[in-house]
């Protein structure tokens, strides 16, 4: 496998990524990160790269956002030659987490930018996840979904502090309380329209990112081989805090 620091290889395989690209991201284990990953390195491809949310989400490290409302959109196009990427969420009685656009505020955000990376559903910063009728399906426009997942989930313990909404998740695949989760059946959860498909709309162009592969690579291996038997998207394996990525070869 040939490793590279680009993340864009998730989007495209030459590095080139074509103008009008929305890109949701979904899952969880490095969703965020990976978010402003690709918003600078989209950036130095364009001038206006547009980074937000469709649901809850961190502050960034920085501190910097820009704050929506109504009247911001029309000042959007002038804000990106100050902020690229520009991160445009709305304020949260959180400290911790800002508030996401509805999907009548992200289309109108959507016409003032180049490229957009949205982050569509939340997973407390956990690998694995239950989605539920909150959770927004991918609007149909967009060009591409990844699917996040962090590779220190195989093996784990479903009620081990590593899943949200474990007793849905319980329900949902019909598990004991201390059953591990197999790569298989983790491959499963991520591919099925039971599982993660259910917020991917038919036909989507869409790859599957394992996160955390630097830390437990056998683990991430592990996942990759099962992913590998139940979908013929792309996977990639690498890690955010190392900045790295690699394609895995069928």
């Known amino acids: 496998m040939n490793r590279t620091q680009s993340f864009c290889q998730l989007i495209s395989t030459n590095g080139a990524v074509p103008s009008g690209t929305i890109i949701g991201i979904i899952g969880g284990g490095g969703k965020s990160a990976l978010l402003r990953k690709l918003g600078a390195e989209l950036a130095q491809q364009f001038d206006r790269v547009l980074l937000t949310a469709i649901t809850r989400s961190g502050l960034p490290p920085s ?3 820009i704050p929506f409302d109504v009247r911001i959109v029309e000042r ?3 804000l990106y030659a100050q902020h690229n990427p520009l991160f445009l969420m709305k304020d949260s009685p959180d400290p911790i987490k800002l508030a996401g656009l509805t999907l009548l505020e992200l289309e109108s955000a959507i016409k003032t930018a180049q490229v957009v990376v949205v ?8 690998p694995l996840k239950a989605h539920n009728e909150i959770d927004p399906v991918i609007p ?3 060009t591409q979904a990844i699917v996040v997942v962090g590779a220190e989930i195989v093996d784990g ?3 081990g502090g590593l899943v949200h909404r474990s007793e849905r998740f319980r329900q949902i695949w019909n598990l004991d309380q201390d059953e591990h989760l197999s790569a298989e059946l983790i491959a499963t959860v991520l591919t099925s329209p039971k599982g993660y498909g259910c917020k991917i709309p038919d036909g ?3 790859c599957y990112f394992i996160n955390k592969a630097d830390t437990v690579p ?3 291996q592990k996942l990759a081989l099962a992913l590998q038997n139940q979908t013929t998207h792309p996977i990639f394996l690498g890690s955010l805090t190392a900045n790295w990525l690699e394609k895995v070869q069928l």
């Open 119 to 126: 982050e569509c559903d939340g997973a407390r910063q956990l």
């Open 157 to 159: 313990n479903v009620t």
């Open 218 to 220: 056998a683990r991430a």
């Open 204 to 206: 989507m162009p869409l």
């Open 63 to 65: 501190g910097i956002y």
């Open 76 to 78: 959007l196009p002038a």
């Open 140 to 142: 149909s426009y967009f």
